[in-house]
Nanobody, 126 residues
Framework: QLQLVESGGGLVQPGGSLRLSCAAS????????IGWFRQAPGKEREGVSC????????NTADSVKGRFTISRDNAKNTVYLQMNSLKPEDTGIYYC???????????????????WGQGTQVTVSS
């Protein structure tokens, strides 16, 4: 069974940094996309960034471009989201999700992803 487990969230001051991890297991295909999404209270879930396997092409939302970077460690079956220069509006629950046999250029559209982790809370506040 495909399983995704997020970790690394916490409380950080504006301007600070966090690195989120998404540990994946149970993949039987070498073709998939992993996406990071977030949801703030009272708002729709929104895409943050995604990465394709095996091509490695990434896609990042304009709101976080230049501040957030997605990467992967294939040996550890883990995808990371490095978040720098955090702002209060970055606060929310961050989820990773998988799309099996996804397109080579991934899209950060929540409805396109069928497998989800439990989420990790990120709070940016002074």
């Amino acid at each position: 069974q495909l399983q995704l487990v997020e970790s690394g969230g916490g409380l950080v001051q504006p301007g600070g940094s966090l690195r989120l991890s998404c540990a994946a297991s149970g993949f039987t295909s070498g073709y998939y996309n992993i996406g990071w999404f977030r949801q703030a209270p009272g708002k729709e879930r929104e895409g943050v960034s995604c990465i394709n396997t095996p091509g490695g092409i990434t896609n990042t939302a304009d709101s976080v471009k230049g501040r957030f970077t997605i990467s992967r460690d294939n040996a550890k079956n883990t995808v990371y989201l490095q978040m720098n220069s955090l702002k209060p509006e970055d606060t929310g629950i961050y989820y990773c999700a998988a799309m099996i046999y996804g397109p080579p250029v991934c899209a950060v559209v929540p409805g396109h992803y069928a497998h989800w982790g439990q989420g990790t809370q990120v709070t940016v506040s002074s």
